[in-house]
């Protein structure tokens, strides 16, 4: 990845989806290097000095194409434990925060294959978001599947419904666990499910989401003999 | 705050020191030697190395990033690792390319690289410690840079790679090189050590391989003391340089960071036990080549000041050549590559066979005359004693290469180099000649 960079950036948008998901979006201060859609950035809420040591941070996936960095940077934040809570309560529109990024490796790169299956969980839909946003996904086939716990977690709803009419070789499913709507999946992701829909040989499976989600589908799929290279997961401790 | 006014009262006294310590002199014709390079610098260079040593971050901080970020903007590109000098740039830069995670374009023993035997052993030592083979062409006199003709009849099955640097400032010709390295696919490595501001056709030279290097010794565009950095076009590529650079570990966090990849407890690497410290992984068989705090502090403010330093080497370089030009039944002028403006690091001068003078007389009576010269270098590399017994090829023949060893020699253009310093030595040129 581009040598990483400690950015200055300002929240100029943020919505808040329910108590325990929101969308930060942040206007960066200075030039942003380079990323590649998949990766992701540290967010740190402290007062960042130069002259000392980077304080305590998060990571979250940039949920934006590389394209627009210089204008915004957008994440999704899921409230896990005590330094995400802390984000909910001081967050708010004009302040200040400091990130550094690029980091990461859940980047499509050379791996796009003839089938590429998208698996995305809650928050994990983010690094997707970057990846369908920008130029690297383009004519490329790819299913996505995407699973939330009601349909206020519908992130970027509009630009996923949109790409389906723009774009025919994108397609999109969408599990809602509580859902009366009968547009999307009742219930949750099913690995099973997916992989019978897709049991093309040369299929590329990618998978993002709560580390379970992660362990057990991607266990799920080993099992069926896919191939371990064919399965690239974005997990985090 | 107190903290905060003592350091600004360490820098009103650091300005008041410079002034006092390092005023500017006047040159005395009769005493002063008039080096070929050295350090350029103001108070700037001070501050930052004082503000860099009161941080006491000493490892890389906001510094380092700084310089970074200027070395970034300068060659526009998104990737440059500082190291500890041009020599390890130059060993990383061939040495990444040795890396397992670059699969079959991985280089590896026996794999040849095209080079030239006229310059300076740290763009040859590389590729012998990675026991690749050197394949030598010959340079053409005048550009000192590879004859660009001959490469096509260098390459064989095992060729990987070019190795080439910018000799003294002058780009090689790119355009040629290039096209070869694209045909057959292979990497190449543009040594920029001392050309940092020259140009190929309107672009920087040090953005055109896959890999670049470049130095900060005191005789070059800009110093550090010791220090060099690495330019990687592709991110992966940048990735595996950084990791030999870094012990040849797989943890990317700056120094005093940790988890910068979120799961540093949740990997499993070679046959380490499921999540063993990512910190402690190594990937690579690697060095610890990284710059310090300090340094690139020096370097930062250094940056601040490259461009004009570039304005006056090539300055300078007119001067030289437009007084120069009279000796030309006796001496070839350097000729800049085609499409190129170099930012010359020196002025190189060869002398023709003649029956009167030897190169080594000229060179005698200018450091008489208290003006330092240096040789190419080292001549032919070939011909030097750690480089007898090397493995290689040599492709056609290397009389020219042989002849600038012999016959070449330059004086400095670097922007310590002032009018009256350039009158002085011109005019020693011309006692030179009219005494003969």
């Known amino acids: 990845m581009a040598t990483s960079k400690k950015i200055k950036a300002v929240i100029c948008k943020c919505k808040i989806i329910d108590d325990r998901v929101l969308l930060l979006r942040m206007k960066p201060q200075k030039r942003v290097p380079n990323f590649n859609p998949g990766q992701f950035l540290h967010l740190t809420l402290d007062k960042y000095d130069p002259c000392e040591q980077w304080p305590e941070s998060r990571v979250f996936s940039i949920a934006i194409s590389p394209e627009t960095r210089m204008e915004k940077i957008e994440i999704i934040i899921s409230k896990q434990g005590k330094y995400t809570n802390r984000i909910f309560e001081e967050i708010q529109l004009g302040r200040e925060i400091w990130l550094k990024l690029p980091y990461g490796d859940f980047t499509l790169n050379d791996r796009l294959g003839e089938n590429n299956i998208f698996i995305a969980g809650g928050t994990g839909i983010s690094p997707f978001l970057s990846i369908l946003k920008s130029n690297v996904s383009k004519d490329q086939k790819i299913r996505l599947y995407y699973g939330i716990k009601n349909s206020r977690y519908f992130v970027d709803k509009n630009f996923l419904l949109d790409k389906i009419n723009s774009d025919f070789n994108f397609k999109l499913e969408v599990f809602i666990e ?22 093309t040989p040369k299929s590329n499976y990618f998978i993002s989401g709560p580390k379970e989600m992660i362990d057990t589908f991607s266990n799920y799929l080993l099992h069926q003999r896919i191939d371990e290279e064919r399965i690239i997961v974005d997990s985090w401790d | 705050m107190k903290v905060k006014k003592i350091r600004s009262e360490i820098h009103d006294l650091i300005k008041d020191y410079y002034k006092l310590k390092f005023p500017s002199k006047e040159f005395n014709p009769d005493k002063d030697i008039i080096n070929y390079a050295g350090r350029i610098f103001n108070e700037e260079e001070l501050l930052n190395l004082v503000d860099a040593s009161l941080d006491f971050w000493l490892t890389s901080g906001r510094f380092t990033e700084e310089f970074v970020e200027k070395l970034e903007d300068f060659y526009n590109v998104e990737n440059v690792l500082l190291t500890n000098s041009g020599s390890s740039a130059n060993l990383l830069a061939i040495t990444a390319l040795t890396s397992p995670k670059l699969a079959n374009k991985q ?22 410690q990675n026991q690749l083979i050197p394949v030598f062409l010959d340079v053409k006199i005048g550009t000192y840079n590879i004859i660009p003709e001959r490469l096509e009849v260098a390459i064989s099955p095992k060729t990987k790679a070019i190795f080439l640097a910018h000799t003294l400032g002058n780009p090689f010709d790119m355009d040629a090189v ?17 050309a940092m501001g020259s ?44 990791s030999f650079r870094d012990w040849g570990r797989d943890c990317y966090c700056e120094s005093g960071e940790n988890n910068t990849c979120g799961k540093r407890f949740s990997q499993q690497f070679g046959t380490l036990p499921y999540g063993y410290d990512h910190k402690y992984v190594y990937s690579h068989i690697g060095y610890n080549l990284k710059m310090t705090e300090m340094q690139a502090a020096i370097g930062s403010a250094q940056m601040d000041k490259l461009d004009s330093f570039n304005e006056i080497r090539k300055s300078n ?53 208290r003006i330092e010269t240096r040789n190419l270098f080292a001549g032919n590399l070939l011909r030097q004693p750690a480089f007898q017994d090397i493995q290689h090829k040599v492709i056609g023949s290397l009389d020219n290469t042989d002849y600038i060893m012999n016959n070449t020699f330059f004086i400095g253009t670097y922007s310590g180099i002032t009018d009256e310093k350039i009158e002085y030595v011109l005019s020693k040129f011309y006692t030179f000649f009219q005494e003969l």
């Not at chain 2, 070869?180 to 001392?194: A, F, Q, R, T, V």
């Not at chain 2, 672009?203 to 800009?222: K, N, R, V």
């Open chain 1, 178 to 199: 509580n859902s009366d709507d009968n547009q999307y999946l009742d219930g949750a992701l099913n690995i099973e499910y997916i992989y019978n829909q897709n049991r």
């Open chain 2, 107 to 128: 280089l590896r023993p026996g794999d040849e690289v095209i080079t030239v035997a006229a310059g300076f052993p740290s763009t040859l030592a590389p590729i012998v």
């Open chain 2, 317 to 369: 370089f007119k001067r030289f050549y437009n007084g120069l030009s009279h000796f030309q039944d006796y001496l070839i002028l350097p000729e800049a590559t085609p499409k190129s403006d170099p930012s010359w690091f020196c002025f190189i001068i060869t002398v023709k066979q003649n029956d009167k003078f030897t190169r080594n007389d000229l060179v005698s009576f200018l450091n008489e005359n």
């Open chain 2, 178 to 194: 290039k096209q070869i390295s694209e045909k057959y696919d292979l990497y190449l490595i543009e040594d920029n050590c001392d």
């Open chain 2, 199 to 242: 140009t190929y056709n309107g672009e920087l030279t040090g953005t055109f391989g896959h890999i670049a290097t470049g130095s900060f010794y005191p005789a070059h565009h800009i110093t550090t003391g010791e220090g060099g950095c690495v330019i990687v076009q592709d991110d992966e590529l940048a990735k595996i340089v950084k």
